[in-house]
């Protein structure tokens, strides 16, 4: 018998008792699987007995209904006699028995087709039912939502609690969505430069560096890596770069930013094993040690197959050995564990220490598995990227005039390594008052000479030591359409790097160091399997997050955005999604890789 119609027009919490929706201060509902005997039904509510109170008058209710009722007509509804809540106590021991042993159907039916005692219902919910595992990760906020976890991803965007920022110095929580709000003052920047975009295979809009004396620095929450989903009323999911960068560029104080953090790597628990070995006549003992660099202490390399450790099964790799029978080799070299080993009798006592990492998804991931992530629709899909081509500007001006703009970048410069690109143009300067360039522009080579692979000073004195001639000729890569966004240290945008002629791509290596046993620490997306970003000429993968506290973090030399094109000397190019990760999973401890890294765009 369901009560659910019968309640629906005041209906308002969802209960964690009995997993169904009522009032606040309502009785629990549940939905029988037989008819109920009357004498255990309450003639106020008309349903089961829910904390049966008994009354002087010899008739029970259920302790809400007739609380409720002698609070107002302080009689008896059945004999109308005089009755107040003093004169109630609860039923027998043998009544709520009767109760609690009533079966009741599991009300997350669609996950769920389990029956039980009522008494049983509130711990099958609790912790056994596969319709009510999940819950909302705005539960601290105040949401109450539970539910299977297939639905969780629908809840989140719905979730009214999503939009709600928390309160100022509340740190942003790995794993789930965050709101915060930050405040600016007019023409201030947020201070973050940024990468991603649906015309790549980043799609999501990540945050790649913050700047020391922006708004999102001044607030203190946000790290490089977060994903940021929503900025005020626009759904940053699936949009493209230059819609996200007007989107953040342009968004008025307060602004709302709802973030998506990576889990962070959390460090493993450290168990300690005690284990005796019993030597076997013709069978090797079959234990490979090993010290590590910069590290003290013995270390399992191998356990040779057929041994007899590999027999006894208990030690692995990586288990650091503390003690052999009594010896202390917390701080011995390998060759005196060796000398007591061979000194032991037929059995040998081993104690050794384990990291044991906590049960979580790997952190080389292919997508955010605790993000809602839209289906993909090409019609959300922008114009693709093309290659840019070179263009080449002839100026004539007299001898003595200067070319009268202002240029930034170069080799080793603080924004790495980029190619000279233009910061201004005096409009009443040679090149402005006929509009030769714009902010932006690249400027490959001057009169043949080139400036790509130049540094800063290097390249200014080029320019210089063109001053004097009366015809110059530019080859340059031209700048993306000027925007209405206005930030103090100009910079091209991250698509215009990623879309310049391969031969202006500088690579540089980056060593990882994977430490007890976690992972390399970040997401990677793209490959000749995506959805997104495929029309680019050199089809690559992409780092799209790093995780809080791994090594790709703590490193400092890996940025979200970068291009990996090999893996300890193994090409990426043009390899699915599936092989390149793989093969970053069986890289060994010590990991090389070749990047390129390109500044992401500022706001």
């Known amino acids: 018998m369901s009560v659910r119609g019968a309640r629906a027009a005041i209906m308002d919490t969802l209960c964690r008792t009995c997993g169904q929706v009522h009032e606040t201060h309502g009785n629990h509902l549940y939905d029988y699987c037989e008819t109920v005997d009357e004498e255990l039904t309450c003639h106020i509510c008309l349903q089961p007995l829910v904390n049966p109170m008994d009354t002087m008058c010899g008739h029970t209710f259920c302790s809400r209904c007739i609380r409720s009722v002698v609070r107002i007509h302080k009689m008896c509804p059945v004999d109308r006699k005089a009755l107040t809540s003093h004169d109630c106590r609860p039923s027998s021991l043998i009544i709520r028995r009767m109760l609690d042993r ?20 509130d711990p099958h919910l609790t912790s056994r039912c596969p319709g009510n595992r999940a819950h909302c990760p705005n539960e601290p906020m105040g949401c109450t939502w539970h539910g299977p976890e297939e639905a969780r991803e629908d809840h989140m965007w719905e979730c009214s609690y999503r939009t709600r920022a928390v309160q100022a110095g509340v740190p942003i929580k790995d794993g789930s969505l965050t709101t915060i709000e930050v405040h600016r003052r007019r023409e201030e920047e947020l201070g973050i430069s940024f990468v991603g975009g649906n015309e790549t295979p980043m799609v999501g809009i990540i945050v790649q560096d913050i700047q020391a004396e922006g708004v999102i620095a001044r607030d203190g929450r946000m790290l490089p890596g977060d994903q940021i989903v929503h900025v005020n009323d626009t759904d940053l999911k699936d949009v ?81 050995v503390l003690e052999i029978s009594g010896q202390d080799l917390r701080e011995a070299e390998p060759e005196r564990a060796a ?34 992530v839209e289906t993909f629709n090409p019609a959300n899909l922008v114009a693709a990227l093309v290659q840019r081509s070179e263009k080449v500007i002839n100026i004539r001006k007299s001898s003595r005039e200067s070319l009268g703009i202002s240029v930034s970048g170069g080799r080793g410069g603080p924004k790495g390594d980029v190619p000279i690109f233009v910061t201004s143009v005096q409009p009443d300067g040679p090149v402005g008052k006929h509009h030769y360039l714009r902010r932006g522009d690249i400027l490959l080579s001057v009169n043949g000479a080139n400036l790509w692979n130049l540094s800063h000073l290097d390249a200014v004195k080029v320019l210089k030591g063109y001053a004097g001639c009366k015809a110059l000729c530019l080859k340059i890569v031209e700048a993306d359409t000027p925007t209405n966004i206005e930030v103090e240290r100009y910079s ?23 430490i007890n046993g976690q992972s390399l620490g970040f997401s990677i997306v793209g490959g000749n399997d995506s959805s997104h970003g495929n029309h680019l000429q050199h089809v690559t993968i992409y780092v799209k997050t790093l995780v809080p506290n791994g090594a790709a973090a703590k490193s400092g030399h890996l940025k979200c955005g970068d291009q990996i094109l090999m893996v300890n000397g193994k090409s990426l190019s043009n390899v699915s999604h599936t092989q390149a990760v793989t093969l970053l999973k ?14 992401g765009t500022l706001v």
């Open 102 to 121: 009533l079966i009741v159907v599991c009300p997350n039916t669609s996950y769920c087709q389990a029956t039980m005692p009522r008494c049983d219902l």
């Open 492 to 514: 091209p945008t991250w698509l215009t790097w990623l879309t310049l002629p391969s031969y202006c791509h500088t690579a540089h290596k980056v060593c990882l160091e994977k």
């Open 240 to 320: 493209s770069h230059f819609v996200a960068r007007e989107a953040l560029g342009q968004a008025s104080s307060p602004i709302k930013l709802t973030v998506y953090r990576e889990k962070a790597e959390r460090t493993g628990q450290k168990e300690v094993h005690r284990i005796q070995l019993n030597k076997v006549p013709g069978v090797p003992l079959g234990i490979k040690i090993a010290g590590r660099r910069n590290e003290p202490g013995i270390y399992v390399v191998e356990v040779l197959e057929d041994s007899v450790a590999w027999r006894d099964g208990r030690l692995m790799a990586d288990d650091r």
């Open 586 to 599: 069986q890289a060994p401890r010590r990991v090389e890789l070749t990047v390129i890294s390109w500044p």
């Open 339 to 372: 000398d007591v080993i061979k000194s032991c009798g037929d059995k040998i006592k081993v104690t050794y220490s384990r990291i044991v990492k906590p049960t979580a998804p790997d952190l080389i991931q292919s997508l955010n598995a605790d993000i809602p």
